[in-house]
């Protein structure tokens, strides 16, 4: 067997690992691995920050349900990784992050760009790896994949010493992984789906409860299948948007802090919760006290931990959400050939009534651009085959809201973390991931200066990503919630100068210098014509600027730490659902 270097082992590694991109910058203590590279079948993208690395792998995981690969090198290199592998761990996102470390000798010394990122990490990632010896790296790497990828998925992250990488070492490539604490149970246990089976018979206010976990597991054709056979009313989560076709009469919308009036009243005036893939996070419940007090719920979830962690659940299943909703789909449909149906008319009529009487909508300003009409203007001309990804605020929430989302895969955000920044170098990832497909990011004013540098790496690379500009000038939700509970004392979330006619930056100027086209809108009567000529051009990276009134404000809205009852559908108005009868 030929001696080759560590470095080398570590590029054939990534190969046989499957990874056909890696997103990554070079550095002192990850350099040996960048001159193998040169010779490799994996496509290096150079990025401009690190940060942009970790949200493109991201990304490129959530486009395409593969595991996303980037790298740094060791100290800030390896920290500034730190947000996306802490965003991909949120929001259970299958990533591999390969970082360059100090020699073998010289960790602990606080040698030059020494930073422990296995201990920084610890908490953030699914598992990590500190690899001083060469033989290590290709059983490190196998397994790195292997636990990104299975039960729920996340970041994993692989420490290379420069020292193992210089080494002389043979290439073997695993024939089997063996990880005995590692046995991620993904087939439901058939007594607690029987249960389950009964639970939504009996009940007569069932609703189904879609998180993220159902899109990571492939799922969205079974739920399909489920909910038809019910005739059940279905939420679905931020993270779980395009999981069932908002076109679909079942589906009431995203439930949550800014969710739908009848998502909301679904889940609070419920008898049942049948919870699949998500995890009861704060931001759907509001106080958890007064979180849909009648309910049982039966929890399904891949990961253990999050099955009562939040809400006592009646039926507890742990497995993976296609195999669970497979299993119920099979039970149910046995029970009604038995003549075993529920009965749900009266409750499905009622949140149908809901969702007629207090539909999304927005008050159009006077005067300037309303933000939600240019992505609902965006949706329709750019299609539910789209994919979109988002920065956070109040464009995140628009972009949940106004785009039509009919498929999985297709919407792509930082839930969990909230992260600024995510959408452009998410973007990019997605677009590398399916580069067949129009990605649009859609961006606040405020994260797109927090990561458009990415613009020069997606029009160098020929990623010809599409970047719609919510520019409101402001910290947009930062803002709302100032006027709503700081009495209109706006500290510190003016991103503009308003002494003159100068903007800083111009983003269309800003996009030119990229290397991008930058387009500007201002006006209602121009979207059309301005998304359509963005549409046109697919050899470069496009940015609109879209110029909106800035006082647009993100409705529903569920203040922080109240109860989902106290529910408003516009600045002074509460759906009147108390005194409702079913």
Request: hydrophobic fraction near 40%.
């Amino acid at each position: 067997m030929s001696e080759i270097t560590g470095a080398q082992s570590l590029v054939r590694s990534l190969e046989a690992a499957g990874a056909d991109n890696i997103f990554g910058i070079p550095g002192g203590a990850i350099l040996p691995a960048y001159d193998p590279l040169m010779d490799s079948s994996i496509r290096h993208i150079l990025v401009r920050h690190e940060q942009g690395a970790g949200h493109a792998a991201q990304g490129y995981a959530a486009a395409t349900g593969r595991v996303g690969v980037c790298m740094a090198t060791s100290g800030p290199g390896a920290t500034n990784l730190v947000t996306p592998i802490a965003d991909a761990y949120m929001d259970s996102v299958p990533l591999v992050a390969v970082t360059g470390q100090v020699g073998a000798s010289m960790i602990g010394t606080d040698a030059f760009q020494e930073a422990d990122i296995r201990g920084i990490t610890m908490p953030i990632t699914k598992h990590n790896f500190l690899v001083t010896d060469p033989a290590d790296i290709p059983r490190t790497v196998a397994e790195a994949f292997y636990i990104a990828s299975t039960g729920r998925p996340g970041p994993v992250l692989v420490d290379v010493a420069k020292s193992a990488l210089q080494s002389m070492t043979s290439f073997q490539w695993p024939t089997e992984i063996s990880l005995p604490g590692y046995r991620p149970v993904t087939k439901p246990h058939s007594k607690q789906i029987r249960e389950a089976a009964r639970l939504i018979l009996e009940s007569r206010k069932p609703v189904l409860y879609v998180g993220g976990g159902t899109i990571r597991a492939g799922a969205s054709k079974e739920l399909r299948v489920l909910a038809e056979l019910t005739g059940m009313p279905v939420v679905t989560t931020l993270m779980a948007l395009g999981a069932f076709p908002d076109s679909h009469p079942q589906h009431l919308g995203m439930p949550g802090m800014h969710g739908t009036v009848a998502a909301v009243a679904a889940l609070q005036k419920s008898d049942l919760i049948i919870s699949l893939g998500a995890r009861f996070d704060d931001r759907v419940t509001g106080n958890l006290d007064s979180f849909a007090p009648h309910a049982k719920v039966i929890h399904a979830d891949i990961d253990p931990a999050e099955i009562g962690k939040n809400r006592h659940a009646d039926v507890p299943i742990v497995g993976d959400c296609r195999e669970v909703i497979s299993d119920l789909v099979v039970a149910l449909q046995a029970e009604q050939d038995a003549g075993h149906t529920g009965d749900f008319e009266a409750w499905v009529g009622y949140l149908a009534g809901l969702k007629q009487r207090y539909p999304l909508g927005y008050e159009a300003p006077a005067e300037g651009l309303a933000p939600q009409y240019v992505i609902q203007r965006l949706s329709d001309i750019a299609g539910p085959d789209a994919i979109y990804t988002s920065g956070v605020g109040q464009h995140q929430m628009w972009a949940a809201h106004f785009v039509q989302y009919e498929k999985p895969r297709t919407w792509l955000n930082s839930g969990g973390l909230g992260t600024m920044g995510y959408s452009v170098p998410a973007a990019m990832g997605a677009k590398v991931g399916c580069p067949d497909t129009t990605v649009w990011s859609i961006d606040g004013d405020g994260c797109f200066q927090m990561t458009n540098q990415e613009l020069a790496t997606c029009a160098i690379e020929g990623i010809p990503i599409k970047v719609a500009v919510i520019n409101n000038e402001s910290l947009g939700m930062v803002r709302q919630w100032q006027t709503l509970f700081y009495n209109e004392r706006y500290s510190n979330t003016n991103l503009q100068r308003h002494d003159g006619p100068v903007r800083i930056p111009d983003f269309v100027k800003l996009a030119d210098a990229y290397g991008c086209v930058g387009l500007a809108c201002d006006s209602a009567d121009e979207v059309d014509a301005t998304i359509e000529k963005a549409m046109e051009i697919n050899d470069v990276p496009v940015v609109v600027d879209f110029r909106v009134h800035r006082d647009a404000m993100v409705w529903p809205m569920v203040a922080a730490g109240t109860s989902n009852d106290e529910i408003k559908y516009a600045r002074d108005l509460a759906p009147e659902w108390e005194h409702d009868e079913l």
